[in-house]
């Protein structure tokens, strides 16, 4: 156990705190060095991992996963919050806090560290949907009452990676022929995504202000989170007939915590951000030993 966390959660929390100490230090422009990850850097990601992968079955069997698992978290949270009478804020601050996990600036470097290349092939096709999902399910339930569906369809179409995705699929649909040089090209970039977003996660937890706590929902929050969320995921993969690696990838991205994105919603849309903000960090802070624990049985 204590293996896993040295040579796989260490190393990625490592390069978290480079970020934070930095942002702290420095106080740095988040939303630039953000979008030029979000905008050039992760369809550059994108369109390499499908370029150069051959897609199958597994590939829809992780579209069937990522929704059943998120309409199960979003049923149970439904479900306590009419058996407590919530406001449909505070419903929709635990539906942002722990449906939505950051299967991209922490999930995929996890991955990578524990399961080689190829389960992080699978990651990076599990992080073009859950942007989808985030981007439009996140934006609805975080804009519930406001802006509603309308905004987050339209959302989706600003999602530069969806737009790689099918650039890739096209060039390899008809054998259009790619030079090394251009290739190098955007493999180059490619590369150096997955430290850029992580260092964005740092920044980004650096600047989430805590007030109290509200320790019953957070609780909750956290549980579902962390150690639902990879069970409900062990059960929905043990009736998916995919690769045994591909079980795990899945698993464990579910176990990954609160996402970093969801909290901008919260706070756009003033779906309890104070909350979703303090989820997102103590969820974070927890996975380092949640994560270990999985990773070690798993």
Not at 41 to 49: D, N
Request: glycine share 6%; net charge positive; hydrophobic share 55%.
């Amino acid at each position: 156990m204590l293996t896993m966390f040295v040579e796989v959660i260490l190393p990625v929390f490592l390069i978290f705190g480079v970020g934070f100490i930095g942002q702290k230090q420095m106080n740095l422009d988040i939303k630039s060095v953000s979008s030029v990850a979000l905008y050039f850097m992760m369809p550059a990601l994108v369109f390499r991992t499908f370029f150069t992968i051959e897609l199958n079955l597994e590939y829809l069997y992780i579209v069937i996963f990522s929704l059943l698992l998120l309409f199960t978290i979003i049923f149970i949270v439904m479900t306590t919050s009419r058996m407590f009478k919530l406001s449909s804020s505070t419903e929709s601050g635990l539906i942002l806090s722990t449906a939505f996990m950051n299967s991209g600036n922490y999930g995929t470097p996890v991955i990578l560290f524990a399961f080689g290349e190829k389960g992080f092939v699978y990651s990076i096709s599990f992080i073009v949907l859950q942007t989808i999902i985030m981007h439009s399910f996140g934006v609805y339930f975080a804009a519930r009452g406001k802006t509603g569906i309308k905004s987050a369809i339209m959302t989706i179409f600003k999602i530069p990676a969806i737009y790689a995705f099918g650039l890739a699929m096209l060039w390899k649909g008809f054998n259009i022929p790619m030079s090394d040089s251009f290739f190098k090209a955007i493999d180059l970039v490619a590369g150096a995504t997955i430290p850029t977003v992580m260092l964005v996660l740092g920044m980004q937890l650096a600047n989430i202000k805590l007030d109290q706590f509200e320790w019953n929902k957070m609780s909750y929050a956290i549980v579902l989170r962390l150690i639902a969320s990879p069970l409900i995921a062990w059960i929905i993969t043990l009736w998916l007939p995919i690769d045994p690696l591909l079980k795990k990838v899945l698993i464990v991205s579910a176990a990954m915590p609160s996402a970093a994105t969801i909290t901008m919603y919260a706070l756009q849309f003033d779906s309890e951000p104070k909350f979703v903000s303090s989820v997102t960090l103590m969820t974070t802070i927890l996975s380092a030993a949640t994560l270990s624990v999985l990773l070690y049985f798993i």
